[in-house]
């Protein structure tokens, strides 16, 4: 199994580099999206995806799945979520500034170096 | 009391030069800083008792006693010669300078601050005795120097010439430290005593030539030798009481000094010997043909000192061969050396006085508008004719004797049958010839265009006539030494020279008076040098009758091929350069920086993956394949191309959604209930705030991208999502130590009280994270809040630079 979420995991930061490589913003933020979700993934396959039980204790079982790697995704979807959800309305306030969602017409002048 | 707190005298009193300057405006500040060098010229004089017998002195101020750096004070033979030209020209300059510079018009505030800060780190370079001290005070005289050659700070060509001096011997200062810190490293001390005791063990070492050529590339920029001699003519922009202090008698004689210090340590190595010899040679050559293209009478001494230094710096690389031979004829060299240095340091000061007193008077230093001036300025004419005749090296005059020992040493060196001396010797005699001729040549040049002939028609400036008795009494001083110094040279040998030779070669001599040298005006009619003194008046003076003729000649080297140009060039391309790869490279765009960013990743990850054979797929760890797990990925990956190819924004987060979803079946299939409610919850309420905010976002598009940013895209993103999952498998593959995990799930009930392992974890074991998880999520929100309530108006917004 772990071979497969390996390929997953490839597949969805490779689409999450496409996409933050592109000019428009909002593909940029889709794409951060997509990374965020491929760095979750990746911790909980690193950790292994072995245990039968959710480790949650139970009667007579004593092979759960590593609960550490859960405590830190959990986390990590949390931060995620407030940064996707900043840098949302930073894309919306920067279109309404700018009238423009393209990266290449952001970047500045000399006299702003 | 400790001599060693004497070298910060000039320092401490350059606090009390502005105070002064405001509060009595009366009388001129230099009276009050001449006696600061006065002082310190006659308590050093009470030193030459001591060394007269080989004996030194010594006096430490600890710094930093740790690393072993402290300011050491070593009174020997060497430096206390150096330290009586510094304070005894000193002396002389400030008493010049008062008259040279108007109290009324100049700022003398700073003009002698700087000239004490260089008193003290010249008095410093001397006698420090650790070399990291000795490197302390080296810089300063750089910066000093700097200051003072920019004094005139409104005009150009001081700021060009100052930058230009500061950056030559700010460059040779490093390398230095590079020396001096690779000779710490060998001798494992920044003590010179300690260093020369133990020398016989540096020899040999790995580092011992690279810090040889390291501390010699200080020393010639710091001495003006060829190639690094450039900096000396622009330094001419300085006033001249600067002039004649700085780049004639002190500063340049610093890597001399050097040089001198450290021949006990370096003068086994050929390397020494041909670099110090060869570079001091060339340059005595090249700034003595150069000495006569110029026009501006600073410009003539400059090349001059630049021509001299190299003499003296060719006898010291000599001096080094008598490690090497007990032959008598090589032993002079030191001698004569040491000698020359004195006698130049007295005729050139004198010089630059005149120079200065002539441009003073007349109003231009341009030797073409000169001439006629005998009669008019009879004292000034009389001190030049005899520093130049000193310099020419004629008799009755000090230069005389030096010049016979220089071609004597020259003479010598051809029959060292060491170092293929035997074969290329004859060369430096030849050398050594021709300069002299030329030498001949500019210093009659110097004195005769500028003092005889008719005046020139054209008015000068200023209507001239002799300058004021103050400002001739140091020239005059300095003169009368250059006579004296030819009449009593046994003299001078005796108290200053032979101290110093001892210094230089402590391995051959144990006291002063085993130096034996006598210095002798008259050689014998046999002796080879009195006829090449002959024959080079002869030729020189013919030269000089036909100069109009052949002067020309000169214009054949156009300007874009001089070393000046050179340097220039290298400025230039350095600041062009370097301004045109930040350009180059930043282009101002996110994606650019993105693609180095990842491209780096990419090489330096998988790189290290392959050259360290960290890549080891292990299928025997792998948790078996489950069906679920097998469709939802499929789920996945279909939903992950839609979101790329999507068309429109709808789809795209609708996608989006579909791709949160799935990793929350993942969740549950993996057996992580708290995750997949969270990722549920979360990615509903994402896909909601997307929906929201793309209301107000314009349609999705390409923005013109190419087929081939988009193909670069493509292999780029290949290639970080390739890397990552080698290094996923890897990693997975290669466990060091088991998890921590298991303490968890055994003590969650008994020491947390609790079931769910995760949700202690969360806020039991870890509280920390999720403390300041719940201060991210309030600082996103009041960034939000604030991005949409707070508007500053776009006027007062601007950039401060406007």
New interface residues.
Partial sequence: ???????????????????????????II?GT??LS??A???I??????????????ADGVTD?????P??L???A???S??????I??????T??EHK?????LM??ND??D | MEFVLLIFLPILAAFFVPLLFKKIKGIHTGWFVLLVPIALFIYYLGFVTTTLDGGTAVSELRWIPSLGISFVSYIDGLSLLFTLLITGIGALVVLYSIFYLDKNREKLNNFYVYLLIFMSAMLGVVQSENLISLYLFWELTSISSFLLIGYWNTRDRSRFGALKSMMITVFGGFMMLGGFILLGIMGDTYSIRELIAGSSALVGQDFFTLALVLILLGAFTKSAQFPFHIWLPDAMEAPTPVSAYLHSATMVKAGLYLVARFTPIFAVSEVWVWLVTGIGLLTLFWGSLFAVKQTDLKAILAFSTVSQLGLIMSLLGASAVAYHTDDALFKFAAFAAIFHLINHAVFKGSLFMVAGIIDHETGTRDIRKLGGLMSIMPVSFTVAFIGSMSMAGLPPFGGFLSKEMFLQSMLALQHFELFNFATWGIVLPVVAWVASVFTFIYSFYFVFKTFTGKQKEKPLPHTPHEAPFGMLISPVILASLVVAIFFIPNVVGKWLVKPAVVAIQPDLYTQPSDVAVHVLAWHGIRSEELWMTIALIIVGFIMYLTMHKWQKLYDIQPEYVSLNALYDAVMTFSEKGMNGLSRFYMTGLIRTYLLYMFAFIISITTATLFIKKAFVVDMNSFAPVSVYGMMIAIILVIAVGMVIFAKTRLSAIIALGAVGYSVALFFVIFKAPDLALTQLVIETVSVALFLLAFKHLPALSNHGETKRTKLVNAIIAAGVGITVALVALSAHSQKLIPSISQYYKDTVATEAGGGNIVNVILVDYRGFDTLFEIAVLSIAGMGVLAMIKLRLSRKENTDENK
Avoid: C, W
């Fill in positions: 199994m772990e071979l497969i979420m390996a390929i997953v995991i490839g597949i969805l930061f490779m689409a999450a580099v496409y996409l933050i490589l592109s000019r428009s913003i909002l593909k889709i999206g997509l979700h491929g979750h993934l990746l909980l396959t690193m950790g292994g995806l072995g245990g039968i039980a959710p480790p949650v204790l759960y799945a590593d609960p550490l859960q405590a995704i959990l986390t979807i949390v931060i979520f407030g940064v996707t959800a900043f949302l309305v930073l894309a919306y306030r279109y309404a423009t969602d393209n990266m290449n970047r500045g006299e702003h």
